[in-house]
């Protein structure tokens, strides 16, 4: 089946602008994350959903960044006011709940701020 | 803290030798550790994982919690084992994956 998909795959904006990027998981997964992956450093957890409940947005870098999830699929992660700090590529995993263990990514959208 | 840390970003080795890329954590609890692989121009997957003790690819690892350490090896590589591979640590009952920062492996002819 389909796997996990992320639009756009690229997207350059200029500093100070809002960007949304979208996640659709793969049929039937209820737990939904978003990574980001800077330049040399790891993937760092930003946000959790079950359903469309997120019970920890702690690791939400800013209050610039939100997400959302609507009827238990699709997500959003709006960056407000974007800055070049931002730049990195944002993925998206999806798995079974109570399977965290086994995310599937998607490709990941690269944005870069400029 | 919860961290992953690995310390090789890249490892390069010669077709048939063995290979270990090396992770250590920092938890509290009982974690799940992980290995992630991603091949050129493809996605984030998972390799293995240490409660599954299995050979994926060739690969082993195992959790030395003496050591705090869970290092990926494989004892004879090979050119298509290139790729980035990234440690992961999942808090026991939870959901938030902590990863390390990768290391690139890079398998010479």
């Known amino acids: 089946g389909a796997g996990v998909s992320q639009s756009p795959s690229n997207k350059v904006t200029e500093k100070g602008k809002d960007v949304e990027l979208r996640c659709d998981p793969i049929s039937g997964h209820t737990a939904l994350y978003w990574y980001r992956q800077s330049l040399g450093q790891g993937l760092e957890f930003l946000i959790y959903f079950q359903g469309n409940s997120a019970p920890d947005k702690s690791g939400l870098p800013s209050d610039r960044f939100s997400a959302e999830r609507t009827g238990g699929s699709v997500s959003t992660l709006t960056i407000q006011r974007t800055q070049q700090e931002d730049s990195a590529v944002y993925l998206c995993a999806s798995s079974h709940f109570g399977n965290q263990e086994t995310q599937y990514f998607g490709p990941g959208t690269r944005l870069l701020v400029l | 803290a919860q961290r992953v840390t690995q310390p090789e970003k890249l490892l390069s080795v010669f077709k048939g030798a063995p290979v270990e890329l090396k992770c250590n954590y920092s938890y509290s609890g009982s974690p799940e550790l992980f290995w992630y692989v991603q091949y050129s121009r493809q996605r984030l997957q998972l390799l293995l994982r240490h409660i599954s003790r299995e050979s994926i690819k060739g690969f082993t690892a195992d959790l030395n919690k003496g050591e705090t350490s869970f290092h990926l090896k494989k004892p004879f590589a090979q050119e298509e084992d290139s790729a980035m591979y990234y440690c992961?640590?999942?808090?026991?009952?939870?959901?938030?994956?902590?990863f390390g920062a990768g290391t690139r492996l890079f398998v010479k002819a």
């Open positions: 992961a640590l999942l808090n026991t009952g939870g959901f938030k994956t902590i």
